[in-house]
Structure formats: C-alpha cells, structure tokens
C-alpha cells in the first residue's frame, strides 16, 4: 500500500516516482505523484488510461509528450491533460533530469500498478523498454484491466492472446510455489 513521502525507481525506464497523495489520502479521487526522468528516461510506451484523466505539470527540464497523433514539449510551468482514452506516451525531452508533478483521477489501482512494474523491472522481468515479459505481462493487463490499456491491437485481440498466456502463467507460477499467485509467474 502506498503512502504520502514513498519513493519509489524504476531502474530500466529511469522512472523516479514520490507518492504525494495517495488513494487513501484523496477517498479515491486522485493519487498525486512527482515524477523525475533523467535524460533519456521514458514511459515503457504508449498506452490508454480507459477511465483515467492524467494531468502533468512541468516543473523542471524538457517533457516530451505524444498525444494522439501530436508531439508536444513542455517545459517548466506548462501543462499537459491526457483524458480517458486517448494514445499518449511521454519521456524526458533534454539533456536535464526533467521534473512533474502529475495527478491521476480517478486514482483506482494506479499505485499499485506503479508499485509493480518498479518491482518487476528490479526483478529482470521486463524487455529493454520497461515493458514486462510475455508471462507477466498477460497477468498485469488483466489485474490493471482499468488503469491501463494498448492502443493496438484491439481489445478483442488482446483479451485472447493473453488468456491463453495468463492460464499457462498461472500454471508454472502453482507449480513452484503451491498456490496461485496473482502476478508472480517468474
């Protein structure tokens, strides 16, 4: 459970993440983060919140946001709104550590979500981007079904191909361990 100071880094992206308000502090509104890239530090790609609204405000260095079909940079005091639905990543713009402060709302189970790709990236069980491997990540598109989607291929496609891959997920992870984990399959 993530709490109001937590810190929290994702070694393969460069994602360093400060907890400002979380979930519990807001009664489900929003969870408030400070979000620190250092240069080349990015978002493992593009991706959809399905029922999230994401506001980031650039308070140091250069942010680079694709937004639909857009490209924006943003520096100190600008101001960029994602709402639900729409494609966008985003990455450090500069040869500077860049800085924001982002609040997500609703906050539904984003901290949990940061929570565990910062764990399966220390774990080596991510690609080179950040993106979790293929057994992991068929559990972690079904737990955070609600914070995060691809853009493609449609969610049709998706929910077929990763069933398949959650049920031998869940396999393996029952075989080790005895009990079915929920997201621990390597």
Do not use: W
Request: hydrophobic share 40%; aromatic share 6%.
């Amino acid at each position: 459970m993530a709490y109001a100071g937590q810190m929290v880094e994702n070694p393969v992206t460069g994602e360093r993440i400060v907890f400002r308000q979380t979930s519990a502090d807001t009664n489900g509104e929003l969870v408030a983060i400070d979000l620190a890239l250092p240069p080349g530090g990015h978002v493992p790609g593009l991706h959809v919140h399905p029922k999230q609204e994401e506001r980031f405000e650039v308070t140091s260095g250069q942010m680079k946001f694709r937004y639909g079909l857009k490209t924006i940079v943003a520096g100190p005091g600008d101001v960029v709104v994602v709402p639900p639905g729409k494609v966008h990543n985003f990455a450090n713009a500069g040869d500077e550590p860049s800085q924001c402060r982002v609040e997500i709302r609703p906050a539904l189970k984003m901290e949990e979500l940061f929570e565990t790709t910062v764990q399966l990236a220390n774990e080596g069980r991510t690609n080179s981007k950040g993106m979790p491997k293929p057994l992991d990540l068929a559990l972690f598109v079904e737990e955070f079904k609600d914070e995060v989607q691809a853009p493609f291929p449609p969610t049709p496609i998706v929910k077929a191909v990763m069933s398949r891959l959650r049920a031998l997920a869940r396999r393996r992870a029952q075989r080790r361990s005895g009990r079915m984990p929920a997201l621990q399959p390597a």
